[in-house]
């Protein structure tokens, strides 16, 4: 409660003083009026249209001698996604992690080799909810050299810190935000994975590590997080993320989708890609994520009364009941997005438009689009 009042406090002295309003930051849930005060001092773009798949697509060196690790400056952003603060840190997306969504797609296509549609659902739902649709930059997390995000501001102060819609709970290597930090490596948690690793992989990282871990890190959130939220689109994230790590921390050399364990903490703690890695043998999607499901088949829901309350929602879709993503796109689109966004106009309207279409086309057109503010763009 003292966060959220002192939050506040900032907030309106932030929006009323003459801080500089972040590029970066979100205009989500702000009004009208102070939309209006924020908008003269911002540089507005038109997105440009995501990159193409790779078409050289097989495995290199990516740690390579133009794209070197390199240790955090002051005021460089890092954040909860493992992939992102790699590539950030090795030079493939700006080294103070704030990027346009096609930097961001071609980073993870080049530098680990993300498959195109699944990098572009990340990127545009992480877009819509968590950066700046006016000058199209998204900033990977919150400045590094201190414990704590930026100055508290009016809506998300920290890029992809933000918990709601897109960061979750039950993170296999970062906390849950109801402790107050959902993004920083988590030794303990980590030295968990190591002994999963040990036990399940033979000291690596893969499916089937995934698949016990995972399970392990919802029954924790379960049993000690009051307010552990494991619907939406949190419930898929959760098992994709830990396929991606398997899939994309492997080195295409060896082509099996394990992960020896001092690489997972390079990858994880430190930004870092072993010497002389190479990427992924061929894009990885969601590869495995069957495997990792079905070690401990679960269904989304939350603790509805303090810990140890448990409940599944019905209502929240499943990998079998939403097969081709639509109930989950239009959740993201109608309970996510709009509730941002309730009666955007000008630049922000037109660019909600061509985001929200990136977003909708990596559904294969399999889904009926929805048009919140119009067709025309
Ligand atoms: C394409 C754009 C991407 C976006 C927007 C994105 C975003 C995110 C976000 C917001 C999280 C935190 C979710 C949470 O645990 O609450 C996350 C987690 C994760 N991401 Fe990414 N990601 C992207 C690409 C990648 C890539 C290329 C990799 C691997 C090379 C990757 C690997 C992971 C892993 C392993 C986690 C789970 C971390 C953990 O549970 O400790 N991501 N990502
Ligand atoms: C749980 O998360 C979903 C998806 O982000 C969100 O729509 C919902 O409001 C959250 N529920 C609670 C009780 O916080
Ligand atoms: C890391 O996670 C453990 C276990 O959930 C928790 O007790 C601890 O406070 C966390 N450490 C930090 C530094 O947040
Ligand atoms: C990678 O492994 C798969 C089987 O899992 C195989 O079909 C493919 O040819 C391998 N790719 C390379 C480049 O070795
Ligand atoms: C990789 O590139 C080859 C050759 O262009 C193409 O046939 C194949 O479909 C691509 N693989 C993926 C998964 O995109």
Known sequence: MARFSSFIVLAIALVSSTTAFPAYQSLGGLSQRQIDSIMPGLKAVKPKDPPPPLKDNGTKLVNDAKHPWKPLRDGDKRGPCPGLNTLASHGWLPRDGVATPQQIIAASQEGFNFESQIARRFTYSSHLIDGNLVTDLLSIGAKTDKTGPDPPA????????????????????????????????????????????????????????????????????????????????????????????????????????????????????????????????????????????????????????????????????????????????????????????????????????????????????????????????
Request: glycine share 10%; charged share 20%.
């Open 154 to 377: 009016p809506a998300n102060p920290g890029g992809l810190n933000l918990h709601g819609a897109i960061e979750g709970d039950a993170s296999m290597t970062r906390g849950d935000a109801y402790w107050g930090d959902n993004w920083h490596f988590n030794e303990t948690q980590f030295s968990e994975l190591l002994e999963f690793m040990d036990k399940y992989g033979d000291g690596l990282y893969n499916y089937k590590v995934a698949g016990e871990f995972r399970y392990q890190r919802i029954q924790e959130s379960i049993a000690t997080n009051p307010e552990f939220n494991f619907t939406g689109g949190r419930f898929f994230a959760a098992y994709i993320e830990t396929v991606v790590g398997a899939n994309l921390f492997s080195d295409g050399r060896r082509n099996d989708s394990q992960v020896p364990a001092d690489a997972a903490r390079g990858f994880f703690q430190d930004s870092r890609m072993p010497d002389d890695f190479h990427r992924a043998a061929r894009p990885f999607s969601t590869e495995g994520v069957e495997v990792v499901i079905g070690a401990h088949p679960f269904s989304p829901g939350r603790n509805v009364n303090g810990i140890n309350t448990y409940t599944i929602d019905p209502n929240s879709p499943t990998f079998e009941s939403d097969p081709d993503g639509c109930a989950q796109y239009e959740m993201f689109v109608n309970e996510a997005v709009v509730p941002l966004y309730p009666n955007p106009t000008g630049v922000l309207r037109r660019n909600l438009k061509i985001n929200l279409q990136h977003y909708f086309d990596t559904f294969g057109g399999k889904c009926k689009q929805l048009f919140p503010y119009g067709r025309d763009h």
